[in-house]
Protein backbone atom coordinates (compact mmCIF):
# COMPACT_ATOMS: atom_id res chain seq x y z
CA UNK A 1 0.00 0.00 0.00
CA UNK A 2 1.21 3.80 -1.33
CA UNK A 3 1.94 6.03 2.09
CA UNK A 4 -0.50 9.54 1.50
CA UNK A 5 2.92 11.23 1.49
CA UNK A 6 4.66 9.30 -1.02
CA UNK A 7 0.92 9.34 -3.43
CA UNK A 8 1.07 13.11 -2.98
CA UNK A 9 4.83 13.27 -4.24
CA UNK A 10 3.48 10.96 -7.57
CA UNK A 11 0.98 13.33 -7.77
CA UNK A 12 2.81 16.52 -7.52
CA UNK A 13 5.42 15.03 -10.10
CA UNK A 14 3.39 13.99 -12.34
CA UNK A 15 1.51 18.11 -12.66
CA UNK A 16 4.87 19.07 -13.20
CA UNK A 17 6.07 16.56 -15.67
CA UNK A 18 2.76 17.33 -17.67
CA UNK A 19 3.27 21.19 -17.24
CA UNK A 20 6.56 21.07 -19.08
CA UNK A 21 5.77 19.12 -21.87
CA UNK A 22 3.66 21.04 -24.35
CA UNK A 23 2.67 19.64 -27.68
CA UNK A 24 4.80 21.71 -30.62
CA UNK A 25 1.97 21.61 -32.97
CA UNK A 26 -0.08 23.72 -30.32
CA UNK A 27 2.84 26.10 -29.35
CA UNK A 28 2.43 29.52 -30.29
CA UNK A 29 5.15 30.09 -33.42
CA UNK A 30 6.58 33.39 -32.32
CA UNK A 31 9.70 34.20 -34.42
CA UNK A 32 12.80 34.68 -32.73
CA UNK A 33 13.72 38.36 -31.21
CA UNK A 34 15.50 40.54 -33.33
CA UNK A 35 14.84 37.76 -36.38
CA UNK A 36 13.96 39.61 -39.90
CA UNK A 37 11.00 39.01 -42.49
CA UNK A 38 11.43 37.34 -45.34
CA UNK A 39 12.29 39.46 -48.19
CA UNK A 40 9.16 40.41 -50.15
CA UNK A 41 9.91 39.95 -54.07
CA UNK A 42 10.57 42.81 -55.81
CA UNK A 43 8.46 43.85 -59.19
CA UNK A 44 10.37 44.41 -62.26
CA UNK A 45 11.34 47.66 -62.94
CA UNK A 46 9.64 48.30 -66.16
CA UNK A 47 11.24 51.55 -66.88
CA UNK A 48 14.67 51.09 -65.90
CA UNK A 49 14.34 48.12 -68.28
CA UNK A 50 13.11 49.70 -70.95
CA UNK A 51 16.29 52.30 -70.73
CA UNK A 52 18.92 49.34 -70.61
CA UNK A 53 17.87 48.04 -73.54
CA UNK A 54 18.03 51.08 -75.15
CA UNK A 55 21.81 51.67 -73.81
CA UNK A 56 22.26 48.06 -75.50
CA UNK A 57 20.99 49.29 -78.69
CA UNK A 58 23.25 52.19 -78.65
CA UNK A 59 26.29 50.28 -77.55
CA UNK A 60 25.39 47.89 -80.31
CA UNK A 61 25.29 50.72 -82.65
CA UNK A 62 28.55 51.83 -82.19
CA UNK A 63 29.64 48.50 -82.72
CA UNK A 64 28.55 48.31 -85.76
CA UNK A 65 30.35 51.81 -86.85
CA UNK A 66 33.48 50.31 -85.61
CA UNK A 67 32.81 47.01 -87.50
CA UNK A 68 32.42 49.50 -90.44
CA UNK A 69 35.52 51.03 -90.19
CA UNK A 70 37.99 48.18 -89.06
CA UNK A 71 39.31 47.55 -92.47
CA UNK A 72 40.37 51.19 -92.77
CA UNK A 73 42.82 50.32 -89.34
CA UNK A 74 44.35 47.12 -91.44
CA UNK A 75 45.35 48.62 -95.48
CA UNK A 76 47.18 51.21 -96.12
CA UNK A 77 45.13 51.38 -99.65
CA UNK A 78 43.69 54.95 -99.94
CA UNK A 79 40.66 53.27 -101.73
CA UNK A 80 40.03 50.56 -98.77
CA UNK A 81 40.53 53.59 -95.99
CA UNK A 82 38.01 55.63 -97.54
CA UNK A 83 35.30 53.15 -98.30
CA UNK A 84 35.38 52.23 -95.04
CA UNK A 85 35.47 55.37 -93.45
CA UNK A 86 32.01 56.10 -96.08
CA UNK A 87 30.35 53.38 -94.41
CA UNK A 88 31.05 54.05 -90.88
CA UNK A 89 30.16 57.40 -91.46
CA UNK A 90 26.90 56.12 -92.59
CA UNK A 91 26.01 53.93 -89.79
CA UNK A 92 27.26 57.49 -87.44
CA UNK A 93 25.21 59.55 -89.19
CA UNK A 94 21.51 59.22 -89.72
CA UNK A 95 20.09 59.23 -93.03
CA UNK A 96 17.31 59.14 -95.01
CA UNK A 97 17.89 55.34 -95.30
CA UNK A 98 18.80 54.61 -92.19
CA UNK A 99 19.11 55.26 -88.34
CA UNK A 100 22.75 56.61 -87.46
CA UNK A 101 23.90 57.13 -83.92
CA UNK A 102 23.79 61.27 -83.98
CA UNK A 103 21.12 63.35 -86.09
CA UNK A 104 22.08 64.50 -89.89
CA UNK A 105 21.53 67.56 -91.75
CA UNK A 106 18.66 65.95 -93.68
CA UNK A 107 15.34 68.01 -93.42
CA UNK A 108 12.90 67.75 -90.24
CA UNK A 109 10.31 66.17 -92.55
CA UNK A 110 12.79 63.59 -93.60
CA UNK A 111 14.29 63.20 -90.52
CA UNK A 112 10.83 62.25 -89.01
CA UNK A 113 9.84 59.40 -91.70
CA UNK A 114 13.48 57.83 -90.67
CA UNK A 115 13.05 57.80 -87.31
CA UNK A 116 14.98 59.56 -84.46
CA UNK A 117 18.49 59.22 -84.27
CA UNK A 118 19.47 56.68 -81.35
CA UNK A 119 21.23 59.98 -79.03
CA UNK A 120 18.36 61.71 -79.77
CA UNK A 121 15.87 58.53 -78.87
CA UNK A 122 18.32 57.46 -76.09
CA UNK A 123 18.12 61.22 -73.94
CA UNK A 124 14.24 61.18 -74.88
CA UNK A 125 13.94 57.59 -72.62
CA UNK A 126 16.86 58.91 -69.69
CA UNK A 127 15.13 61.96 -69.35
CA UNK A 128 11.35 60.44 -68.96
CA UNK A 129 12.57 57.32 -66.92
CA UNK A 130 15.01 59.62 -64.53
CA UNK A 131 16.41 57.65 -61.67
CA UNK A 132 19.92 57.34 -61.04
CA UNK A 133 20.46 55.49 -63.62
CA UNK A 134 18.42 58.33 -66.35
CA UNK A 135 20.35 60.88 -64.54
CA UNK A 136 23.59 59.17 -64.95
CA UNK A 137 22.79 58.16 -69.05
CA UNK A 138 22.34 61.82 -69.71
CA UNK A 139 25.56 62.77 -68.30
CA UNK A 140 27.17 59.97 -70.43
CA UNK A 141 25.53 61.17 -73.56
CA UNK A 142 27.09 64.83 -72.58
CA UNK A 143 30.53 64.05 -71.66
CA UNK A 144 32.29 61.95 -73.39
CA UNK A 145 29.82 61.44 -76.56
CA UNK A 146 28.10 64.17 -77.60
CA UNK A 147 29.98 67.50 -76.10
CA UNK A 148 27.52 70.15 -76.49
CA UNK A 149 24.26 68.06 -76.46
CA UNK A 150 21.90 71.25 -76.04
CA UNK A 151 23.05 72.48 -79.89
CA UNK A 152 22.82 68.70 -81.18
CA UNK A 153 19.28 69.00 -80.33
CA UNK A 154 18.22 72.73 -81.35
CA UNK A 155 20.43 72.82 -84.51
CA UNK A 156 21.84 69.16 -85.41
CA UNK A 157 21.95 70.55 -89.48
CA UNK A 158 24.37 72.99 -87.84
CA UNK A 159 26.58 71.44 -85.60
CA UNK A 160 27.13 68.89 -88.23
CA UNK A 161 27.60 71.39 -90.57
CA UNK A 162 30.20 72.92 -87.56
CA UNK A 163 31.48 69.79 -87.37
CA UNK A 164 32.52 68.98 -91.10
CA UNK A 165 34.12 72.23 -91.65
CA UNK A 166 36.89 71.89 -89.03
CA UNK A 167 38.69 69.27 -91.44
CA UNK A 168 37.60 70.99 -94.61
CA UNK A 169 40.19 71.15 -97.00
CA UNK A 170 42.53 70.09 -94.36
CA UNK A 171 45.63 68.05 -95.71
CA UNK A 172 47.95 67.76 -92.37
CA UNK A 173 47.67 65.63 -89.52
CA UNK A 174 48.93 68.50 -87.27
CA UNK A 175 46.46 71.23 -88.51
CA UNK A 176 43.62 68.10 -88.42
CA UNK A 177 44.37 67.37 -84.78
CA UNK A 178 44.18 71.11 -83.65
CA UNK A 179 40.82 71.67 -85.50
CA UNK A 180 39.29 68.43 -84.43
CA UNK A 181 40.65 69.31 -80.57
CA UNK A 182 38.29 72.12 -80.59
CA UNK A 183 35.39 70.30 -81.04
CA UNK A 184 33.55 69.10 -77.77
CA UNK A 185 32.64 64.94 -77.57
CA UNK A 186 34.40 61.90 -78.62
CA UNK A 187 31.09 61.35 -81.08
CA UNK A 188 31.48 64.48 -82.35
CA UNK A 189 35.54 64.57 -83.07
CA UNK A 190 34.65 61.28 -84.13
CA UNK A 191 32.36 62.30 -87.04
CA UNK A 192 34.91 64.51 -88.16
CA UNK A 193 37.78 62.02 -88.04
CA UNK A 194 35.56 59.91 -90.33
CA UNK A 195 34.91 62.50 -92.61
CA UNK A 196 38.46 63.33 -93.45
CA UNK A 197 39.13 59.50 -93.84
CA UNK A 198 36.11 59.19 -96.22
CA UNK A 199 36.93 62.27 -98.10
CA UNK A 200 41.01 62.98 -97.83
CA UNK A 201 43.09 61.76 -101.25
CA UNK A 202 46.09 61.72 -98.83
CA UNK A 203 46.50 57.68 -98.17
CA UNK A 204 48.79 58.21 -94.75
CA UNK A 205 46.41 61.07 -93.44
CA UNK A 206 43.34 59.32 -94.26
CA UNK A 207 44.66 56.09 -92.60
CA UNK A 208 45.42 58.43 -89.49
CA UNK A 209 41.87 59.86 -89.69
CA UNK A 210 40.38 56.41 -89.03
CA UNK A 211 42.61 55.37 -86.47
CA UNK A 212 42.38 58.70 -84.51
CA UNK A 213 38.02 57.80 -85.19
CA UNK A 214 38.12 54.51 -84.30
CA UNK A 215 39.72 56.01 -80.80
CA UNK A 216 37.33 58.09 -80.07
CA UNK A 217 34.67 55.14 -80.58
CA UNK A 218 36.68 53.47 -78.42
CA UNK A 219 36.33 55.96 -75.46
CA UNK A 220 32.29 55.52 -75.91
CA UNK A 221 32.50 51.98 -76.12
CA UNK A 222 34.24 51.81 -72.20
CA UNK A 223 32.08 54.63 -71.19
CA UNK A 224 28.72 52.59 -72.11
CA UNK A 225 30.55 49.84 -69.94
CA UNK A 226 31.09 51.50 -67.09
CA UNK A 227 27.61 53.27 -67.06
CA UNK A 228 25.63 49.71 -67.01
CA UNK A 229 28.27 48.50 -64.37
CA UNK A 230 28.37 51.01 -61.55
CA UNK A 231 24.29 51.33 -61.97
CA UNK A 232 24.25 47.41 -61.18
Do not use: K, N
Amino acid sequence: MIRPFLLAALLLGTLLLLSGCTDPQLADPEAPEGAEAPPEEEEPDVDREQLEEQIDRFAALVADVRDDLAPALDSDDRTTVQQAAEAAYGSMVAEEDGQGLFPSDIGEQERDSAGEDVLTETLSIARERGGELGRATVEMLRDPVAGDIGSWERDPAGMLAATLATVQDVDDLDEAIAAVSELDGDGTRAIAWLALARDSDDATLAADAAERADGHLGVIDVALELLLEDQV
